[in-house]
């Protein structure tokens, strides 16, 4: 019984080890913040996770209504946040109350997101709902 | 998956073992290796925002005696950068108590392996790339590339002169002209990237071997001319859409000239990670992870979950075990020549080696012959070739439920519609670039068939080995967990046929496994190759068909590509002539001509029936002459040459050269040119087609030479329209969302885009821009201030040929009016000039975004040049006689020669002023011009002076002079009486030049000695202010 016990803790030690290095579940990634960067060309999205993110060969991608963006940071190499880039002009032209969702990777489809037809697909590619962007919780410096 | 399983025993039965040689099995040489550490933050280029690591690892045979060895350069992909215990991150450099993970340390299992065989294997590091790649917009595919090759140079120089950490160790032992690269994950994109930067630079390595080992496409670049393997593992939940697959798809057909062959393998149990040891859960402390866990959290896919029961994954070890075997024959055919694994990877073997621990049903790879060795039958690329094949023969479909070419425009970038993950050659990244145009095929009876005829150029078979297409099953039309089998059947010319099942040649229409989401199954095509030699009983000289017969299976769906003929040499056939132009008709009279003859000729002879001729492969022809003409190709090869003729192909239709009348001009001066045209606006140029020197009917220049000038009238062009002409024909409403729709079309010829209508609901400045591709370049953007309801936006975009324009409307402000019910009937198009292909939305032919009624017109029509010439005639001088002196009273001759006719000015004293030659005594000092013009009318002058002095003898009163004697030979005397002294004596000669003088004379008489002079007339002049005489005076 004991050897049994024993395989068992193993068996979901390793599980839970093999697993505990990315984020997975959607509770555990959220927006954070919108600040302006130090010289108000770029807007900076912030996303956390309670968990951590993917470091992979995939990118990240933020699907802002229909808008897509890709650059992205880790602040100071730290897994639980990324940081995206957003130019202020494109910022302007986002619709207020657009969902946001970030992707992990690039898939055509998820750009499809406007209610011609497509929006029924959902999102493919593994994806987190972040809530809806809110353009008034920008900071100003 | 039971019926998977027992096809695959009958198979494996069919196919009981390998008969090439295993290449994944260790080598003979013992293997060393070291590491190298330059810091963390040496390397720098402009390319990348952070300085780079210099660290790697080389393995090498402990023996260096037989070097130098061929060099594999091993590049990892993006993967956390440093742990703590079993916590991680993505900075860089790791700093305190965070180390950094030595992701290049992964491969050492094959960098060891490779080594045993002899080769130098070195394996970097670029944790720096990966920690700030994501903020670049090449993902530091640029940087990636740099790295290896700044890897390479401190290679080159340890090979050559030594240095530290080496010493002399390595001095003569790389063979750096022979160099195979390996990435993997974002390094395989990274490999990809640095073949490119290094023939860039002019190859200063030989890179002769690629690898991409389940590699990121984010920047789809392209490299032909070198042996490249994909390595696509089937369950990678990490890059879930395959992408690298395009490494193969996109370079198949790009370059006709590429002699190096394309493999992609698939690996339908691998994963993303377990390639590398460290990224491998057990393996490392911390960051590793099983990625298909990234997409199935849980892992619970019946083929890709590792908990399903009797799941299809590799174990860690059997997927290294596969790179072994599988990259190991990759580098040692192309790196180390060792061509007996040829089999493995021409896919003429489809067992794999048993050092893989494979079993047949879990490999496939794709072979994709280079252009000397294949003759393509259909490459199943365009609608096209459903009808017609690559050797422009008759293809044939009967009975078939779907027969469809897919995937090769936007309204069909799909094949399957379950888009990217589930369908990798389809796979649509930031960029508008369509994937793998491939065949559907579905039946459901045994008659059914797909048939390509064959040309009688190409009916002996036994110039080629394998017959040879790629396919994949549709999990969406096939029943599910079946495996298919067709027949292929040729028929010989008298009608005896040769049928044999694919099924027992290959494993690959196996139902692709799993069914997770949006993610699995999903088709990725295999090839499948015949040997020729197996098909019996027929004629094997005299072929007519290739036949696809589904008499097996009793129904089920396949997607194809890629069908065509191989051979182990090269296949040496006459060329096919064939071309086309731009276009066929032409107001400017410029075309441009295409060859797209097959066989690669290498000669070309161009009629292009207005008698002009070019040996050129794509020439550009400018008629000069309105007509319709005939335009021949005729190509040559070693094995023979064909023509081709389109009969009354070209039909130009100039505007009529302007008229206009050369002038001149003397020497150099202004002129004015005048032409005459059709109404239409003349321009000047200094050649045909060369710099513009000025617009309109006249032209004024100062010429100091005779100039040519080029005149060409250009003639508006015909306004055509294009699009659906309004918004009625379907029903739709107006489409708010910014920036995110618009319309893809292609310009075949080059036009200025004038307009085109727009439904607003509301008024308000919107932005306009034409880019060369969604996501693309900005090639036209226009703010337009659109009032409310229709109106005609005026753009002027001019646009140049390109496939995949993008048009749409970006800023806050859209609201403009869409169908958006099906209504659009794709492509609209004015044939030759331009297409409107489709939207970005999806189904792509389903929506019609805002533009309607272009307003489009072609270039300008051109006449033909006229030439017209400002002569400048060269100026020109007379020539006259000297200024001369006389004596008051005497005549002389004035002459003037270089013209044909002459006039002197004054007139006074002269005898002929109109005469070239005349006599003049004027009774004063004069300056006469003579002015001659020449035969071309142009006038020259020139000035001429009589200089008149004294008289002759005139003496004061009882003066007496004598000069004794006169003549004389010299010596003068001369005796005077009368005069006063003192007295000067001059000679002067007949031309006024003084030629002696004697002052201050105070005698009567005075010896005058003139030896000196030359014989001849001389006046001889006394005087002083009392008087003044000349007398003449000859000396002999």
């Known amino acids: 019984m004991k050897k049994h016990l024993l395989l068992l803790t193993l068996f979901i030690g390793c599980f839970f080890a093999s697993y505990s290095s990315f984020a997975q579940s959607e509770a555990a990634v959220y927006f954070n913040s919108l600040t302006l960067n130090q010289d108000s060309s770029k807007v900076l999205l912030s996303i956390k996770t309670t968990e951590s993110f993917i470091v992979g060969a995939n990118r990240y991608v933020l699907h802002i209504g229909g808008q897509t963006f890709y650059q992205s940071f880790h602040p100071k190499g730290e897994l639980n946040e990324i940081i995206f880039f957003i130019p202020t002009y494109d910022f302007s032209n986002l619709i207020a109350q657009s969902n946001m969702v970030l992707v992990y990777g690039f898939y055509h489809q998820n750009t499809l997101q406007d209610g011609e037809g497509n929006s029924q697909h959902g999102y493919i590619g593994k994806h987190w709902r972040i809530g809806e962007f809110t353009p008034e919780l920008l900071k100003k410096n | 998956m039971k019926i998977i399983l027992l096809l695959s025993s009958i198979f494996i039965c069919t196919l009981s073992f390998s008969q090439t040689p295993d290449p994944g099995l260790p080598g003979e040489y013992e293997v060393s290796s070291q590491e190298y550490d330059f810091g963390d933050e040496t390397f720098v280029t402009p390319s990348f925002p952070d300085m780079i690591e210099v660290i790697g690892s080389v393995h090498y045979p402990s023996d260096l005696s037989d070097g130098p060895f061929p060099v594999l350069v091993f590049l990892h992909g993006r993967h956390s950068t440093c742990y703590n215990g079993g916590s991680t991150s993505i900075a860089w450099p790791c700093t305190g108590s965070w180390s950094a993970i030595p992701s290049y340390q992964g491969y050492d299992y094959l960098a060891e392996q490779m080594a045993s065989h002899g080769y130098i294997v070195i394996s970097i590091s670029a944790n720096s790339i990966s920690s700030t790649d994501n903020t670049t917009p090449d993902y530091g595919m640029r940087a990636r590339g740099e790295l290896v090759q700044h890897h390479l140079n401190l290679w080159k120089d340890w090979s050559t002169v030594g240095g530290d950490p080496f010493g002399d160790l390595f001095i003569g032992k790389l063979d750096l002209e022979n160099v195979g690269t390996m990435g993997h994950s974002r390094g395989g994109e990274g490999v990809i990237e640095h073949a490119l930067y290094n023939r860039e630079l002019g190859s200063p390595f030989g890179i002769n071997a690629v690898l991409t080992l389940a590699p990121v496409d984010f920047n789809r670049p392209v490299l032909n001319g070198i042996p490249i393997m994909n390595i696509a593992p089937y369950c990678d939940g990490d890059v879930a859409d395959l992408q690298g697959v395009h490494f193969y798809d996109d370079a198949r057909y790009l370059d006709d000239d590429d002699t190096m062959p394309k493999h992609n393998l698939m690996m339908l149990g691998a994963n993303h ?248 199954p999903r088709t990725m095509h295999n090839t499948i190759s015949i040997p020729v030699e197996d098909f019996t009983g027929i004629d094997l000289e005299n072929i007519k068909n290739i036949r696809f017969e589904f008499n097996e299976s009793a129904e089920g769906g396949i997607l194809i590509s890629d069908l065509a003929l191989s051979s182990n040499n090269p296949v040496l056939l006459p060329p096919i002539a064939n071309f086309e132009a731009n276009i066929t008709t032409s107001c400017t009279g410029e075309i441009s001509f295409t060859d797209l003859s097959t066989f690669n000729p290498t000669e070309w002879f161009w009629d292009f029936g207005d008698g002009n001729t070019s040996t050129e492969e794509d020439p550009i022809h400018i008629y000069e002459t309105n007509g319709v003409f005939t335009v021949s190709l005729t190509v040559t090869n070693e094995a023979g040459s064909d023509e081709y003729i389109e009969t009354a192909y070209i039909e130009i239709d100039r505007p009529l050269a302007p008229l206009a009348e050369g002038t001149s001009v003397c020497g150099e001066g202004e002129i004015i040119l005048n032409a005459t045209g059709a109404g239409g606006t003349i321009n000047w140029y200094d050649s045909p087609g060369g710099t513009l020197l000025g617009t309109g009917t006249t032209y004024e220049d100062y010429i100091t030479e005779t100039t040519n000038y080029y005149i060409q009238e250009e003639m508006p062009n015909e306004l055509m329209s294009v699009g659906p002409p309004n918004r009625f024909f379907g029903s739709g409403g107006y489409f708010g969302a910014n920036d995110l729709r618009g319309i893809f079309f292609d310009v075949y010829s080059p036009f200025i885009l004038e307009s085109v209508k727009v439904y607003a609901n509301g008024s308000g400045i919107r932005k306009i821009q034409v880019l060369d591709g969604e996501g693309g370049t900005v090639v036209h953007s226009l703010d337009v201030d659109i009032p409310n309801g229709e109106s005609v936006v005026t753009l002027n975009f001019p646009l140049e040929v390109h496939d995949g324009y993008y048009i749409k409307i970006t800023g806050a402000l859209v609201d403009l009016y869409r169908i958006n019910d099906g209504s659009p009937d794709y492509p609209y198009e004015i044939p030759g000039i331009v297409a409107l292909t489709g939207s970005n939305a999806d189904p792509s032919t389903d929506f019609y975004y805002f533009f309607f009624d272009w307003k489009i017109r072609e270039s300008n029509c051109l006449s033909p040049f006229t030439e017209v010439t400002a002569t400048a005639t060269p100026s020109f001088e007379i020539e006259t006689s000297d200024d001369v002196t006389i004596i008051a009273g005497e005549t002389t001759t004035l002459t003037a020669t270089g013209g044909i006719s002459y006039s002197w000015t004054p007139e006074t004293g002269l005898s002929d002023p109109d005469a070239g030659t005349t006599d003049a005594n004027p009774a004063v000092t004069t300056t006469y011009t003579v002015t001659a013009l020449n035969e071309e009318g142009c006038a020259s002058s020139a000035e001429l002076t009589v200089t008149v002095e004294g008289n002759l003898n005139v003496k004061e009163n009882n003066q007496v002079i004598s000069l004794q004697p006169n003549p004389t030979t010299g010596v003068l005397n001369i005796q005077t009486e009368g005069v006063h002294f003192p007295y000067t004596i001059e000679v002067l000669n007949l031309a006024g030049q003084l030629v002696y003088k004697h002052e201050k004379v105070t005698e009567t008489i005075v010896q005058v000695n003139l030896d000196n002079l030359s014989d001849g007339l001389y006046y001889i002049k006394l005087y002083n202010s009392k008087f003044e005489t000349i007398e003449k005076l000859i000396i002999r």
């Open chain 2, 273 to 520: 990670n377990y390639y590398n040891t460290v990224w491998t859960p057990g393996e490392f402390p911390a960051g590793a992870a099983d990625d298909w866990g990234y997409v199935d959290t849980w892992q619970t896919d019946e083929h890709c979950g590792s908990s399903a029961p009797e799941n299809g994954r590799y174990t860690p070890e059997k997927q290294r075990n596969s790179l072994l075997a599988y990259a190991s024959a990759f580098f040692r055919v192309y790196i180390g020549g060792e061509n007996e694994f040829d089999p493995i990877l021409k896919v003429t073997d489809v067992i794999p080696p048993a050092s893989s621990t494979l079993d047949p049903e879990d490999i496939f790879m794709s072979y994709h012959p280079p252009t000397h060795k294949r003759v393509d039958v259909n490459k199943q690329i365009g609608e096209d070739a459903e009808l017609t094949n690559d050797l422009m023969t008759d293809v044939e479909a009967s009975g078939l439920v779907v027969y469809d070419i897919c995937g090769d425009d936007f309204g069909e970038q799909y094949c399957i519609g379950e888009g990217a993950s589930q369908e990798p050659h389809n796979k649509n990244g930031g960029v508008a670039v369509l994937g793998l145009s491939q065949l559907e095929l579905e039946w459901n009876s045994a008659d059914d068939y797909y048939q390509n005829n064959l040309p009688d150029f190409l009916t002996d078979f036994t110039q080629f080995d394998q017959l040879q297409f790629r396919a994949a099953v549709n999990f969406a039309t096939s029943p599910t967990d079946t495996e298919l089998n067709f027949n292929i059947v040729l028929t010989d010319n008298l009608d005896e046929t040769a049928s044999l099942p694919v099924g027992d040649y290959s494993h690959a229409l196996f139902f692709p496994p799993g069914d997770y989401g949006t993610v699995l």
